[in-house]
């Protein structure tokens, strides 16, 4: 099985680990994964602040780097989800079309492609996860709590079989911990009151992890973290399910 | 970039700066989503029920013509005057006209998001026509001369203490006496002269039934109610988007309605008006104001399905935490972030940029318009009209460049990581709003490029 590895611009810079972590899971469950090493970013910064139009030289790169493989994962729903939704191309729609159809996000690759029930993995701590938006609400990686549905999430299942791991949920389960890109500046007051309630009930239940699909919610839960000295630690998921 | 001086982010900052009432603000909201949640758990059939309402507003905006006239000659073979107005202007117009006609000079009126979308309070108030909100929470921001924060909830940013304070002021009651029960009888005294005395009522309409003629207000008050059949004269204030074709529909919506305000099975009073009494004169206004514009829209049409509940204020975490009123629109929270655009793009360019796209909106909405992705398709529409400033758009054009050629991104993404590793003072300090409450990513020796590299390069 062939498997492009789409690792976002930041977690390229600022998150090696979980990219390494990402690759590592996926070699030890049979995959042949090839990172592109021309890939950018997908693209979303620009779409999100409104200038989707500007996305076009974004689009090409990544078409240019991913065409032909069989799937292309991303431990990262919101990134993973703009391919999904706004990859675009004239010149090349076929291409663009079969990317699109292609992409998945890391947890639900698991799930539903490689279709494991569990990992072999360790991970002895008490952990608390940050259900992402885009991953939930778009790409249906759990059920919604706003909605009348048969509760899942694919996230709390693989974590089920982890080893020693504790799972805590939160009270509000699915609520935005106010990261939402260029939002997280451009509204700085609202984001930091909506992370540090995020915070709070992680904090209450006495997690030493605070685990997630997406690196970007928890890097902004880290910056919350460490500016507050709070003793938690922000780990993604793909790092907790590659644990010996 | 320059930014109006009412733009969100500042004000939902002033408002943050409170934060233990910040705090109980969105706590409170939070109480009635989770109220909302189990009343609509207790419905095995919701999805469904919000497909159907979804689909009903669907067919009718796509007849909308046909059915307002229905509605119209319905109406008037009842016995209602009916009235059209283009705009906010002509809407005050012709409600200043009706009350000039009866000699009205004190008008009670139930609570109505279209009058404050037109402003008529303040038109008539410059007439010398005294106009009383009489929903308890409307007359207590109508007291301090406030718009309301909530479309449903109008007093929420509101505690015991300040009603306490503006009613000793207004009204005389005890000073500090916060017992809500005092203050509640307190308004109600008030108001119960205000309803015999007034010589006209005027009430917002939830649905009007093409069908019938007839329409339904729904309050949990009562108020509505008491000012119509207390008034000589009744005048109905409606936008376009409240027309339903038939009285069975409103089976759906009326289920819908109150579970997603308030968690209600049903708000307290469905007060179903058909015909004026006997004695009585009957007007329903029926307003565009840039309705016909929205409907003309594509991406942004579903936005007139909306019925008013205010189920995606309450579950915005962003609308929790900054208050109805930094949305500086009479119809705040995400749904009115898609509707003010359409009145005044350079005014509210703002507002589609005041949400994370965290989606919540959307999955509430009985009526499921697609709230998050409107938002997303305002910003496109906003930047490409130019409200967004050139140094934006200079700014997004040199991010571009770099980002679609890896050439150019490997070197500066690579300085980006030296500068921060070696300098952080050039990133962490004030200027930066992520570094203010927040601390900066440590920066890695090597990217996971360099690693790939090393470690797995199968090129």
């Not at chain 1, 979980?18 to 693209?43: D, S």
């Not at chain 1, 990261?179 to 997280?184: D, E, K, Q």
Request: positive net charge; aromatic residues 8%; hydrophobic residues 40%.
């Amino acid at each position: 099985m062939k498997v492009g590895l789409f690792i976002p611009c930041y977690v390229d810079q600022f998150y090696p680990q979980v990219a390494v972590a990402t690759l590592e899971l996926l070699e030890r469950y049979g995959c042949e994964v090839h990172y592109p090493l021309k890939q950018t970013c997908c693209g979303q910064p620009m779409a999100n602040s409104g200038f989707a139009s500007m996305a076009g030289g974004c689009d090409k790169n990544f078409i240019a780097n991913f065409s032909g493989y069989e799937y292309i994962v991303c431990p990262s729903g919101s990134c993973a989800l703009h391919i999904k939704e706004h990859l675009h191309s004239a010149e090349e729609p076929n291409e663009a079309a079969a990317i699109r159809e292609r992409i998945y996000e890391l947890t639900e690759f698991i799930t539903d492609v490689l279709k494991l029930e569990g990992v072999k993995a360790s991970f002895p701590h008490k952990v608390g996860l940050h259900v992402s938006c885009h991953g939930q609400r778009m790409l249906h990686l759990s059920s919604m709590s706003e909605k009348v549905e048969k509760s899942f999430s694919k996230a709390e299942a693989l974590l089920g079989t982890v080893d020693g791991l504790e799972l805590f949920r939160t009270s509000r389960a699915d609520e935005c911990c106010g990261f939402g890109g260029t939002f997280c500046v451009t509204e700085e007051a609202v984001s930091v009151s909506m992370g540090n309630t995020r915070i709070k009930e992680h904090l209450a239940n006495g997690v030493h992890y605070i685990t997630g699909g997406d690196m970007s919610c928890l890097m902004h839960l880290e910056g919350l973290l460490k500016r507050q000295k709070i003793d938690i630690k922000v780990i993604h998921l793909a790092e907790i399910l590659n644990a010996q | 970039m320059s930014q109006p001086a009412t733009h969100h982010n500042k004000a939902a900052a002033a408002f943050l700066k409170n934060g233990q009432r910040a705090q109980w603000h969105d706590e409170t909201l939070w109480f009635v989503r989770a109220k909302r949640d189990k009343a609509a758990h207790q419905i095995p059939e919701w999805e469904a029920l919000r497909n159907l309402g979804s689909q009903i507003k669907e067919h009718t905006l796509s007849n909308l013509d046909e059915y307002l006239l229905q509605f119209e000659a319905n109406a008037k073979k009842n016995g209602i005057k009916v009235h059209w107005a283009n705009n906010a202007a002509e809407h005050n117009q012709i409600v200043y006209e009706i009350l000039l006609h009866h000699n009205a000079v004190n008008v009670v009126k139930s609570k109505s998001m279209l009058t404050e979308e037109c402003g008529l309070n303040h038109y008539l108030t410059e007439r010398k026509i005294s106009v009383v909100d009489t929903d308890l929470g409307e007359y207590i921001v109508q007291l301090r001369n406030e718009p309301p924060s909530h479309i449903v909830l109008p007093a929420i940013h509101l505690k015991k203490e300040d009603v306490s304070n503006t009613f000793h002021k207004h009204l005389h009651t005890e000073k500090n006496n916060q017992d809500p029960v005092y203050l509640t009888r307190a308004a109600r005294q008030v108001l119960r002269k205000k309803f015999i005395t007034a010589d006209a009522a005027i009430t917002g309409v939830n649905f009007a039934v093409a069908e019938t003629g007839g329409i339904v207000v729904c309050t949990n008050e009562g108020n509505a109610d008491l000012g119509v059949h207390a008034n000589k004269v009744h005048i109905a204030c409606m936008g376009f988007e409240k027309i339903i074709p038939r009285a069975q529909d409103l089976s759906v919506f009326l289920r819908l309605l109150a579970r997603s305000a308030t968690g209600q099975p049903i708000t307290t009073y469905s007060s179903h008006f058909h015909r004026p009494k006997a004695g009585q004169e009957m007007h329903i206004v029926l307003v565009n104001n840039g309705r016909t514009e929205q409907l003309g829209r594509e991406a942004f049409r579903n936005s007139l399905k909306c019925i008013r509940c205010a189920a995606c204020f309450n579950t915005c975490p962003v609308y929790r935490r900054s208050g109805g009123h930094s949305y500086h629109n009479s119809v705040a929270g995400p749904i009115g972030s898609i509707l003010a655009p359409n009145l005044d793009m350079r005014k509210n360019a703002d507002l589609p940029f005041a949400s994370t796209l965290c989606g919540s909106c959307t999955n509430v909405c009985p009526v499921k318009i697609n709230i998050h992705e409107q938002l997303w398709s305002w910003r496109q529409v906003l930047m490409a009209e130019g409200y967004g400033g050139a140094a934006k758009k200079t700014s997004m054009k040199l991010m571009t460049g770099v980002l679609s050629k890896p050439a150019i991104y490997r070197l500066s993404a690579g300085m980006a990581r030296f500068f921060m590793r070696y300098l952080p003072f050039l990133v962490n300090n004030r200027l930066n709003p992520w570094y203010k409450q927040r601390d900066m990513p440590s920066v890695p020796k090597e990217s996971f490029k360099d690693w790939y590299k090393k470690n797995r390069n199968h090129e």
